[in-house]
């Protein structure tokens, strides 16, 4: 009997980790630059800070290691996860825009409403503006790369064999 599970393919996933974390933190560290002055290794000591609190700030590359770690294993997640649900749900193949936005969206709504919280990063306040900007930078950097993958990689909308 023919098994009609589609396998995981782990080099698609991790190519399209690799491209869309490496365009999201290019993207967030520029914004944290033009916008506060922020350099790219605060950025990072800013992402290690929600596991070792404010004690990243005082470490020296090691936390910008770890900040850059847990960034793209974020983005392995939401990578994963998109990939699952396009093999899953044919409705899903329809509009790559669409799926940028819902992308991108998801993956600030998780981090905003769960992931900051669960951390000991403190919250800033919600600011629209900067929720624009953070939006918008996870369409272009996030989104779309994943959303393109999944269309390019994932040839039928049969379910993915864990």
């Not at 974020?74 to 899953?88: D, G």
Request: aromatic residues 14%; proline residues 4%; glycine residues 6%.
């Amino acid at each position: 009997m023919k098994n009609n599970v589609q396998q995981v393919e782990w080099m698609p996933i991790l190519i399209t980790t690799i491209i869309a974390g490496t365009l999201d933190i290019t993207a967030a560290c520029i914004n944290a630059w033009l916008s506060n002055d922020v350099m790219p290794g605060r950025v990072l000591a800013y992402i290690a800070s929600g596991v070792w609190g404010k004690t990243a700030y005082n470490g020296g590359p090691e936390m910008m290691f770890f900040g850059l770690l847990f960034h793209y294993i974020i983005v392995f997640f939401c990578v994963f996860c998109f990939f699952w649900l396009y093999s899953r749900w044919s409705f899903l193949h329809r509009s790559m825009a669409v799926n940028a936005v819902l992308i991108a969206f998801t993956a600030w709504l998780v981090t905003t409403q769960l992931v900051l919280r669960m951390s000991k990063i403190t919250v800033p306040p919600f600011r629209v503006s900067g929720a624009i900007i953070a939006i918008a930078i996870l369409i272009i950097c996030l989104g779309f790369p994943i959303a393109y993958a999944a269309r390019r990689f994932i040839k039928s909308s049969r379910p993915m064999e864990h």
